[in-house]
Every structure is written in structure tokens, then in C-alpha cells.
Antibody
């Protein structure tokens, strides 16, 4: 049974970097049929897909235009996890952040992390 | 970006009712359409993928249909645990986008 366990701080100061990790059990970040996604949810933006990483003979990353200049998703094969880094955060980045696996649809989700950007 | 528009935005219904939620894409997405529901404080849960395939473990009262730009989710007989917010999602092209949600509550 695939499970995703998120970790990371719930409070980040403006202009700093938001870092979250999603640990995978029951599957592999190097799977050649899965993609590993980050999504966030806020009252103002609803559900917003942020980006994904996946392996198809080599690693690929894709990002939403709204965060592309500030965001990095990194797979970590040694720990079987993937991470999100979002730089230069503002209060508009306050949201619940989710990781999710996809083989087409998003079938497995992490538990969510409430992230507040505030000084 | 492909815009996903759900209707209605909210809906009140009773246990045992048949309910239909619609989702329209701003351009054709073939059948790359998925449905989720979400309860407060929880992550979304996949119900339907590929427009009409029921995810393993999801009750058969849930069904989906449509192709191209217009899609529907039907719950044949509402149960108490079905009161939640429902989202459609397209995975046809990047960026992946979601509908704004349909809140289903008890009448």
C-alpha cells in the first residue's frame, strides 16, 4: 500500500524559503510509470497544481508558470522521497500544501501541511 | 491554461437523492478528466479517473461520463458520507488544473 508522509515547518517568514519533504513508502520515486506532484490549496486560489518530478530514463521536472521562477522539486533516490523548495515567499503563499503521486490521476495524497507565511 | 468550470458551485440534497455535477473544460481534453471529493481537513480522494472509470474501493453509486469538453459526475443514491466538496481535474496538458469545486451539503 502506497503512502506519502509529508514533513516540514508550518511557519515561514516573508522572503525566506519554504521547504517541504514527501517520503514515499510502497513505491519508488524512480518508478517509470509514476509522477510525483506538489499541490496547494487556499481559499483564494482553490486547488493549484505547482509542479512535478518523474523519471523516464532521465529525470524531468515541470512547474506551473505562477511559481516556476521560485520553485524547485528534487527527487532523492537514496531516501525515496521528493522535496519542494519555494523561494522568496510572501503571505500569498500561505496555503495547505499536499504531495501526491499520479499515474494519470492523483491516486495517493499526503496528509497535507498547513503553511503560514508571516513574520 | 485549460480552465475547468463546475456547476453548480453548491448543492443541497437529501440522503437517497440522485445528484449530478457537471464540469466543462475550456478546450477539448479527450477523456483526461478525474473527479475527487474532499472532506474538511482531509486531502482530496480520487473517485473517477479517465472520465468514467471508478477507482478501486469507491462505491458503485459513483459514476462518471463525458468526453471532449463536457463531463458529469453522478451519485445515484446519496449516503451520509457523500456530503463533501467535489472537484474535477484535467490531466490532458500542463499545467494540470482543477475546477473550483462543488459543495454538496445536507438539505
Amino acid at each position: 500500500q502506497v503512502q506519502l508522509q509529508q514533513s516540514g515547518p508550518g511557519l515561514v517568514k516573508p522572503s525566506q524559503t519554504l521547504s517541504l519533504t514527501c517520503a514515499i513508502s510502497g513505491d519508488s520515486v524512480s518508478s517509470d510509470s509514476a509522477a510525483w506532484n506538489w499541490i496547494r490549496q487556499s481559499p483564494s486560489r482553490g486547488l493549484e497544481w505547482l509542479g512535478r518530478t518523474y523519471y523516464r530514463s532521465k529525470w524531468y521536472n515541470e512547474y506551473a508558470v505562477s511559481v516556476k521562477s521560485r520553485m524547485t522539486i528534487n527527487p532523492d533516490t537514496s531516501k525515496n522521497q521528493f522535496s519542494l523548495q519555494l523561494n522568496s515567499v510572501t503571505p500569498e503563499d500561505t496555503a495547505v500544501y499536499y504531495c501526491a503521486s499520479s499515474r494519470g490521476a492523483f491516486d495517493i495524497w499526503g496528509q497535507g501541511t498547513v503553511v503560514t507565511v508571516s513574520s | 491554461d485549460i480552465q475547468m468550470t463546475q456547476s453548480p458551485s453548491s448543492l443541497s440534497a437529501s440522503v437517497g437523492d440522485r445528484v449530478t455535477i457537471t464540469c466543462r473544460a475550456s478546450q477539448s481534453i479527450n477523456n483526461y478528466l478525474n473527479w475527487y471529493h474532499q472532506k474538511p481537513g482531509k486531502a482530496p480522494k480520487l473517485l473517477i479517473y479517465g472520465a468514467s472509470s471508478v477507482q478501486s474501493g469507491v462505491p458503485s453509486r459513483f459514476s462518471g461520463s463525458g468526453s471532449g469538453t463536457d463531463f458529469t459526475l453522478t451519485i445515484s443514491s446519496l449516503q451520509p458520507e457523500d456530503f463533501a466538496t467535489y472537484y474535477c481535474q484535467q490531466t490532458y496538458s500542463i499545467p494540470i488544473t482543477f475546477g473550483q469545486g462543488t459543495r454538496l451539503d445536507i438539505k
